[in-house]
C-alpha cells in the first residue's frame, strides 16, 4: 500500500513563494507519474502540473493558469516531488493534494481518475 505525505502549506501574500513536497512511502516505483491537484471552496478539483519519471528522466506538464509560476521537480536521494509556486496570487488559495500512479507514460495524466493513490491534502492560503 502506497501512502503520500504532503507538506510545505502555509499563509504566504500576493507575490510570495511557497514549496510543497510530497514524499510517497509503502512502496518504491521505479517508472511513475506524480501530480499536483488543488481544490478551492466550492469548486472541482483541478489538475495543477505532473511529471512523468523513468529511469531516463523525467516530463512534466503544467495547467495554464500556473504556468511559468510554478515548477514540479523530483529529488531522487529523497525519492520526494516538490511543487515550487512563486509569484502566488489569491486565486492560488486551495487544499493541495499529491497523486501517484505506478507506469511510466509521456503523455499527460491531468485527470484524477488516471492516479491510484492520494494525499491528505495541504492547505495553501494566499492573501492579498
Known amino acids: 500500500q502506497v501512502q503520500l505525505k504532503e507538506s510545505g502549506g502555509g499563509l504566504v501574500q500576493a507575490g510570495g513563494s511557497l514549496r510543497l513536497s510530497c514524499a510517497p512511502s509503502?512502496?518504491?516505483?521505479?517508472?511513475?507519474?506524480m501530480g499536483w491537484f488543488r481544490q478551492a471552496p466550492g469548486k472541482e478539483r483541478e489538475f495543477v502540473a505532473t511529471?512523468?519519471?523513468?529511469?531516463?528522466?523525467?516530463?512534466?506538464y503544467y495547467a495554464d493558469s500556473v504556468k511559468g509560476r510554478f515548477a514540479i521537480t523530483r529529488d531522487n536521494a529523497k525519492n520526494t516531488v516538490f511543487l515550487q509556486m512563486n509569484s502566488l496570487k489569491p486565486e492560488d488559495t486551495a487544499v493541495y493534494y499529491c497523486a501517484a500512479v505506478e507506469g511510466y507514460t509521456t503523455i499527460l495524466r491531468s485527470a484524477r481518475y488516471e492516479y491510484d493513490y492520494w494525499g491528505q491534502g495541504t492547505q495553501v492560503t494566499v492573501s492579498s
Open positions: 509503502g512502496r518504491t516505483f521505479s517508472s511513475y507519474t
Open positions: 511529471i512523468n519519471i523513468n529511469w531516463s528522466g523525467t516530463i512534466a
